[in-house]
T-cell receptor
């Protein structure tokens, strides 16, 4: 069954540093993959979505993710962290028409 | 532009009590979902409705029931609440099942 694994429940970076949030998927066929973000006391918002059209997917707020079939990965990156990026990030995959989430990674950004 | 509206925002129940969480969307979406969010476990799908008139179990359906009242509304019912159901509940909707989900702001439920 398709699922995703997020490595690292907490990631801390300094403002201006590279953000790298890791997600690996398990799937026998090319999956639909997503990154969602949850700001404090809010619901989730879609950051970006991979649908096999392009391996590098650009999302909102300067985030992007690269689909690497050889590594079964879909890591989320941002070149320069901003204080407003502090949130919880979820990788997700479609499995039998249902969106299944990973366990989340909380990003802290220090000044 | 309301999007997905959930009520109530907070609720405290005693073990064994029942309640219904309400969800409505104004985007003419076909699919609706109920998730629960627990620390360290991410979001887990309880039930979903791919289209009006259909409902299906998700990953953790035990102890819950749902009703797709019409295209706009999708309610979640706890018939006999248990402390294990203490969680934050999110309703979401999408145009079709593999499209972008829009989430409500959540219901924080405590069962004592």
């Amino acid at each position: 069954a398709q699922s995703v694994t997020q490595l690292g429940s907490h990631v801390s970076v300094s403002e201006g540093a590279l953000v790298l949030l890791r997600c690996n998927y398990s799937s026998s066929v090319p999956p639909y993959l997503f990154w969602y973000v949850q700001y404090p006391n809010q619901g989730l918002q879609l950051l970006l979505k991979y649908t096999s059209a392009a391996t590098l997917v650009k999302g909102i707020n300067g985030f992007e993710a690269e689909f690497k079939k050889s590594e079964t990965s879909f890591h989320l990156t941002k070149p320069s962290a901003h204080m407003s990026d502090a949130a919880e990030y979820f990788c997700a995959v479609i499995r039998t028409d249902k969106l299944i989430f990973g366990t989340g990674t909380r990003l802290q950004v220090f000044p | 532009n309301a999007g997905v509206t959930q009520t109530p925002k907070f609720q405290v129940l005693k073990t064994g009590q029942s309640m219904t969480l309400q969800c409505a969307q104004d985007m003419n979406h076909n699919s609706m979902y109920w998730y629960r969010q627990d620390p360290g476990m991410g979001l887990r799908l309880i039930y979903y409705s791919a289209s009006e008139g259909t409902t299906d179990k998700g990953e953790v359906p035990n102890g819950y029931n749902v009703s797709r009242l019409n295209k706009r509304e999708f309610s979640l019912r706890l018939e006999s609440a248990a402390p294990s159901q203490t969680s934050v509940y999110f309703c979401a909707s999408s145009r079709v099942t593999n499209e972008k989900l829009f989430f409500g702001s959540g219901t924080q439920l405590s069962v004592l």
